[in-house]
């Protein structure tokens, strides 16, 4: 069964470049860490292959934006992962229905 999609509301992130640039970097590191989180449950090569190609690119994101904020581009060496829990606590302020 198809659900509706979630309403999405990303309160001030539009109000300056620095407050977009701040929420884009969030939401791209919590999906970096999502897949990361979700990765040791994946069996399939063929899945597991497709979502090393895509938390690279996610990361790749964060770092841009991590960049032009003046931020280091990473937090360390590694990623920290986030099970499904904790990802939807960083992500919960943003959906309203």
């Known amino acids: 069964s198809n659900s509706p999609p979630?309403?999405?509301d990303f309160g001030d992130a539009f109000t300056s470049e620095r407050r977009f640039l701040e929420v884009a970097t969030q939401l791209e590191d919590t999906g970096v860490s999502?897949?990361?989180g979700a990765?040791?449950?994946l069996f399939s090569r063929t899945i597991l292959?497709?979502?090393a190609q895509i938390v690279q690119v996610e990361a790749r994101h964060a770092a841009v934006f991590r960049d032009l904020?003046?931020?280091p581009i990473a937090d360390g060496a590694?990623?920290?992962p986030l099970d499904e829990s904790q990802v939807t606590d960083r992500v919960k302020p943003y959906i309203t229905g």
């Open 69 to 71: 904020l003046g931020e």
């Open 49 to 51: 292959a497709v979502a």
């Open 78 to 80: 590694f990623d920290k």
């Open 39 to 41: 990765g040791p449950q």
């Open 6 to 8: 979630p309403k999405l």
């Open 34 to 36: 999502a897949y990361n």
